[in-house]
């Protein structure tokens, strides 16, 4: 059995995380727009951006009262990690936790998105000596 994950965050500004996203993670915007966005990888879905006051069809997806993310971390295991941790930096990121090396044998950085979702960049497991 294949199971494919696809993470959606609600956001305030679609388009601003978008960009943010697609600069750290090399990302490319598969639908575009201000109330929802599709980011993909090699063509495969990998992150949903949705608005948090549009309902469309569904119904309100989540609260903007309550702490974004509470408990859940996006964690993002890359190949070019060193790279992302630059553009991190490059970027402005709000750096929680710099880049340090974890229990599990690679390199983490750990920060925030714009709409305080905390976000963890990891080198693949075994990666570090």
Partial sequence: ??????????????????????????????????????????????LQLHRWDVEHHHGPLGDPGQPHGNGVLLWFELDDFEEAVVRADEMGADILKPRHRSENAHYECWLRDPDGYTVVLAGRHGTAD
């Fill in 1 to 46: 059995m294949r199971i494919d994950l696809q993470p959606l965050i609600c956001v305030r500004d679609v388009e601003h995380s978008s960009r943010w996203y697609r600069r750290l993670l090399g990302y490319e915007s598969d639908h575009g727009g201000p109330n929802y966005e599709r980011l993909t990888l090699d063509g495969a879905l990998a």
